[in-house]
């Protein structure tokens, strides 16, 4: 992450753990220092809210945009459209594969303008999950489970090759292979951290964990205080 320069209302704060520094933008200064009232935000708004005061930076993240969350409280409802960044993306073979398909035309775009290829990357960490390509060929037996990975890396080798590739081609994309469980149950168990922390020059932050998903079952990780939209997709 790159966090923004402006830092309007002087919320970044500094917190140890552990013997261990962190920053974060809090929103108890904000509220301190000129965006009184936030306290009563609804959570999910306040989630929203850091996102924005973390990014300020005159270009993508306005001061408008911060006051719209805060104006928010008069009327229960906003017109202003606002430049939330996910912590990180979720997704599922069928929509992830085109994705990545995108990113290696993005780069073979740039290569032949002669620049630098590997500056194309995800901005947000992505982890997509393999799961809706897997079939039930073998089942009632002990070692059905085994059996049907096996067949599934056979009938599918060239695509999960490409995936591969694309794993050890940009970064902050991680993919979770076959055989792991299904989108939303890898999300809830294994992927989600409430609290996100990461690295930017000398400095690391805390910020809160949030998502966007393709799968329509994405939202269930709201129930561990994780904020995530999901999506749906035609299935015909």
């Known amino acids: ?19 261990k520094d962190y920053k974060y933008y809090s929103l108890a200064e ?29 270009l993508s993240v306005s001061r408008d945009q911060i006051e719209a969350v805060k104006k928010w409280l008069k009327e229960k ?18 929509t992830g594969i085109p994705a990545v398909a995108d990113l290696a035309a993005m780069r073979e775009a740039v290569k032949e303008k002669n620049k630098d290829p590997n500056t194309i990357n995800p901005l947000s960490t992505v982890d997509l999950v393999i799961d809706h390509s897997v079939q039930v060929d073998q089942s009632a037996k002990p070692d059905s489970f085994e059996k049907n990975v096996d067949i599934e890396f056979k009938r599918n080798g060239e695509r999960y090759s490409f995936l591969k590739w694309g794993q050890q081609a940009f970064n902050n994309f991680r ?62």
Request: glycine share 8%.
């Open 1 to 19: 992450m790159k966090p923004g320069k402006k830092n309007s209302y002087k919320s970044l704060k500094n917190i140890n753990i552990n013997g």
């Open 30 to 58: 904000a509220e301190k220092n000129g965006l009184s009232g936030i306290s009563k935000l609804p959570k999910s708004l306040k989630v929203l809210l850091e996102n924005l005061l973390r990014y300020e930076d005159d």
């Open 77 to 94: 409802k906003s017109n202003t459209e606002i430049a939330y960044r996910p912590a990180r993306v979720l997704l599922q073979d069928y």
């Open 175 to 236: 993919i979770v292979p076959p055989g792991t469980g299904i989108c939303h149950q890898v999300n809830l168990e294994y992927l989600s951290k409430v609290v996100w922390s990461e690295k930017y020059k000398e400095d690391e932050y805390l910020f809160p964990d949030t998502l966007v998903g393709t799968d329509s079952h994405t939202t269930m990780v709201n129930g561990l205080s994780v904020l995530g939209w999901g999506g749906w997709w035609n299935r015909s």
